[in-house]
């Protein structure tokens, strides 16, 4: 039974536009959610994070945004650029911590294409 | 600074076959982890190690799978014998206390 839900497999959006990536997530428990980038052949990166008493985190062109009450993340990057092109994994933590207490719970991943 | 290694970065081997997974995480983390992707499935979570010590093995699939950490350095994923299902991307990441988790590029494991 999955607890992290990433519904889109895929999204095409133009270069120069806003992405929003989107998940999911059924456990109350956790208590820190992640955002990691992966590009072919490579591990995930670690994107950006957010805990559980926030409801918005940025860094750049990077926003997070959580709803505790919806059980719902999204990320949104502005301006999407061709290196934004990968798949995002949507990850929880059921430490309030930076994400390195425990065992992270992945969602199955987003496929982000950025369209020039 | 070094990242996260793993070796060998794809092994293909036959079933009922032993195969050893190793992972060397950055210099200075106390915390490793490993993790496994089937297919077009999520990142699952398999085992945390604090230094030498099995933090949590909650995800290890069942006991064909031994994972070792000696000195609480570097680390090994054991698979003995080897089954179809255990095909797959196998990661280790390490962090630094409770900071963000740095992952390795992947062993691609394809059992046949």
């Known amino acids: 039974d999955q607890q992290v839900k990433q519904n889109s497999p895929s999204l095409s959006v133009q270069e120069g536009r806003i992405s929003i990536l989107n998940c999911d997530y059924t456990n109350s428990m956790f208590d820190y959610f992640l955002w990691y980038k992966k590009y072919p052949a490579e591990g995930p990166t670690f994107l950006i994070s957010i805990s559980s008493i926030k409801d918005k985190n940025e860094d750049g062109r990077f926003t997070v945004f959580l709803n505790k009450s919806a059980k719902h993340l999204s990320l949104h990057i502005v301006p999407s650029q061709p290196g934004d092109s990968a798949v995002y994994f949507c990850?929880?933590?059921?430490?309030?911590?930076?994400?390195?207490?425990?065992?992270?719970?992945f969602g199955k991943g987003t496929h982000l294409i950025i369209q020039p | 600074e070094a990242g996260v290694t793993q070796f060998p970065s794809h092994s293909v081997i036959e079933k009922g076959q032993t195969v050893t997974l190793r992972c060397d995480p950055i210099?200075?983390?106390?915390?490793l982890y490993w993790y496994r992707r089937v297919m077009g499935k999520e990142i699952k979570f398999l085992l945390h190690?604090?230094?030498?010590?099995?933090?949590?093995e909650s995800g290890m699939p069942n006991n064909r799978f031994l994972a070792e950490r000696t000195g609480g350095t570097y680390s090994t994923l054991k698979v003995q014998p080897a089954e179809l299902e255990d095909s797959g991307v196998y990661f280790c990441?390490?962090?630094?206390?409770?900071?963000?988790?740095?992952f390795g590029p992947g062993t691609r494991l394809t059992v046949l």
């Open positions: 210099s200075g983390h106390d915390n």
């Open positions: 990850a929880a933590s059921l430490y309030y911590s930076g994400g390195g207490a425990d065992g992270l719970t």
């Open positions: 190690f604090v230094k030498e010590s099995k933090q949590d």
């Open positions: 990441a390490s962090s630094q206390g409770y900071n963000e988790q740095f």
